[in-house]
């Protein structure tokens, strides 16, 4: 008999996993080594541990261990915001009058506001226990920032976040938090660096970029004895720990016997994607299972569905590893215009590798859109989701009209990665009639791919 | 054998609350009948409808009927952010070093970011069954007027939120949430109404005050067919739809054989702490329990600690019905530098009659310190709280301090009513070291006495 399915599914404390699942492991062709960016040459083990911290660094290059275990502090710390909820969206459900059964995973019910917390208590953790002072890392919103204060703080870690200038100034919310947890706020350019001073100098008035600010966070944890710089989405390293997020859907949808057919996930750098979709990318590679894995992008930033699969440099300012990856070459920008973020030129190498291979299709959708699935979403479930969760939303509605046009009851998922509390800026544009639309021409993407450097 | 306490109780769904309930009922002396303002006599049902729904008259009046069935329209509702977790502080008591166990009921996981979204669905929920077109409110910081959006748009119901123009101005963000929601957001004072042109005249560039904007809302509900106004604080009614609180943490508390020693909540109008105490409270006044209880005010809008304990206005602008109840009178306005919440001159009339008779006691605390908590439990807890959750939070801390002197084991509970996302402003002053507290004088406190009407 069929249990009754609450709108809400948490697992017990005892049902939490209590093991990473590296997909890596199982897939039979696995994705292409990361690069020295000095020597364009597959990084060693002991090379990559002078950037991260030597186990952070080992989970990095693992691609042979299929599960690793959750070490007791950070499952401690998991148990104050996790298990997230599995919620089924009756409301959504009614509103659209479908057959379908719609499920979203909610990760934005703790202060930073969305999944990097999973990564961030991880990175920290691991700092810790190899006796590190402390972290470097940029921001640019300030998500990544507040969740890696917040883990910080909780292991008594000192936390350097270089954010952005323009965010600095134009969003002192997300900047108090930080303080507030703790963490050095520098705006980004600034004057600690030698990066940071040479740009000052030869662009005065600058409002800062990502690239500059993963420069001098860079700089910052090289140039202090006890440092590591850590970095919230793309690396290997990072969609291990999201695996938290598809580890806990699947043992919620097992929980209740139900089969989802269809699993949607927005992609940025791909760390949220990649997480949620481990478990069962892992059932498909090892030919257990079949689902059929939707990627959603911004048309304004169209790695996935209009990038080139090729090495290419992580940060605009070439100083990290260089990656095989789905990219629009690490020069690209998306249009002013663009408001959500999934900014990212590329998309991590595993979820890169398992699109090339067929595991999962991609989308790309209009900002406008999106944001009326945004406002839809809040009205009948209660949530104002981040504009960057809004893009699965809009791919779950679609599809869940195409069951009511088709009459087939599926199970949808999909991943909604954080609430938009901070994004009221955008949401204001959106309110106002005054969002537009971007998609960048054919020429702009050649353009921009010249940047791609040559490896062969 | 005692269940091992997870870090998170949560109720499952079929465990939750299916009936409010009113503590009145079981008080042997009951809290005085509310006023009409413009006789000063008790106010009738009649009376009382031209400004409530009628349902919600009915229950505003109601002190015999001990629990009242919550429609299944809410309960749905309810469901998608409900049941809220009580969560048992273990880091909170390592960090203290505790032989105290503490738990906190957290009403801040929902887009409205606190418990006043419990009512708001009440509310519209009623006015939508009496087949009203909309309601009418004002709003100061904006958590109000978004949990009355979120029910409005939830029930297709119209929303029209008059939100003081200073308010308006310097917090966009919470404006837009409520836009988004649907609502017509109006800054107060406005041209719409007369009493706000009237003010614009007297008083050119003002940006208003909350006794203005509730003013205007009354009228506006007065003179369009079919609206009502509604009210998110001090009531009745709005204790008994707080009630799920208190009950949902009692359920689990039994769940796993855990009596509370301790019960703490913040009180401004007593709408959380009248919710959370309700159930405990009905067990004193039957006689079956006994809790320590504490009302926890800011030292500078002390109405429990330093107020009196009769008839006032419940709205500066004089047009809602008196209650009695513990008052600094209606016009008291606290100090500037005053951060948080919890600024209304008056208190629940429950609470107050609950006080009155020795059932809970008051202790008031300095901002500063207030704000320290916060930060300490936001590092340690990982939940950056509400500025008004947080005068909990202190007292919680130093009880549990006190335990750690004298070795007692006590089970502290205390609520958690929100989060502070919104309000960073305050953060960045503490964490600047530029807060400062502020307590009235005798003096200050006899002038505003002054106030209070003569109704004998």
């Known amino acids: 008999m069929k249990k009754e399915i609450p709108y809400k599914i948490y697992l017990e404390e005892q049902e939490m996993p209590r093991q990473w699942y590296n997909v890596r492991a199982d897939m039979k062709k696995k994705p ?16 990559l541990s002078g950037i991260f911290c030597r186990e952070l660094a080992k989970q990095e290059l693992d691609d042979t261990t299929a599960y690793i ?13 996790r298990p997230s909820p599995l919620t089924r969206a009756y409301c959504l459900e009614k509103k659209l009058d479908t057959p379908a059964h719609i499920y979203y995973k909610f990760e934005g019910n703790n202060t930073s506001g969305s999944h990097k917390l999973n990564s961030a208590i991880a990175q920290a953790y691991y700092a810790k226990a190899q006796g590190l002072k402390g972290v470097t890392t940029e921001t640019g919103a300030g998500q990544w920032g507040t969740a890696l204060s917040m883990a910080c703080a909780y292991l008594e ?15 002192p919310f ?11 706020v520098t705006p980004s350019p600034s004057m600690e660096t030698e990066v940071g001073r040479k740009i000052n100098q030869e662009f005065p008035g600058t409002t800062g970029s990502l690239g500059c600010a993963i420069s001098e966070a860079v700089e910052a ?20 720990h999201q695996s938290i997020i598809g580890l806990e859907t699947k043992a919620a949808l097992d929980k209740y016997g139900i089969k989802a057919d269809m699993i949607i996930g927005c992609a940025g750098g791909g760390s949220n994607l990649g997480g949620l979709i481990s478990p069962f990318a892992g059932q498909m590679v090892r030919g257990e299972a079949d689902y059929e894995i939707i990627a959603v992008e911004p048309a304004s930033c ?9 090495y290419d440099y992580c940060d605009t300012g070439k100083v990290c590893p260089l990656s095989k990856m789905y990219t629009l070459g690490s020069g690209f920008i998306p249009s002013a215009s663009h408001a959500g973020g999934l900014r990212y030129h590329g998309m991590s190498s595993t979820v890169s590798e398992l699109y090339d291979q067929g595991y999962l299709t991609a989308r790309s959708v209009d900002q406008t859109q999106v944001f009326e699935a945004a406002a839809m979403f809040a009205k009948v479930e209660g949530i104002l989701p981040a504009p960057e969760s809004s893009h699965a939303i809009r791919v779950a509605i679609d599809e869940a009209i195409r069951c009511r046009e088709t009459g087939q ?4 998922v999909f991943g909604l990665t954080g609430t938009g509390y901070f994004d009221m800026v955008a949401y204001q544009r959106f ?17 921009s791919f010249a940047s791609l450097p040559k490896t062969e």
Chains 1, 2 share one sequence.
């Open 174 to 184: 997300r900047r108090e938090v930080m303080r507030t947890y703790g963490a050095k």
């Open 302 to 310: 169209p790695s996935l569905t209009r990038g080139v699969y090729a």
């Open 221 to 240: 944890a090289l140039g202090q004895e006890g440092y590591r710089y850590v970095l919230g989405s793309v690396l290997n390293q990072v969609l291990l």
């Open 157 to 171: 870690l000192d936390c350097q976040v270089y954010m952005v200038k323009c965010s600095y100034e134009q969003k």
């Open 431 to 447: 309110n106002d009639g005054n969002m537009t639309d971007y998609v960048p021409t054919d020429e702009e993407l050649k353009k």
């Open 32 to 47: 292409a080594p990361i690069l020295d960016p000095r020597t364009l040459k597959p990084i060693t083990l002991d090379e």
């Open 69 to 81: 275990d959750i070490p007791h502090d950070i499952r401690s710390f998991y148990k104050m915001y």
């Open 409 to 412: 009851e599926k199970n949808i």
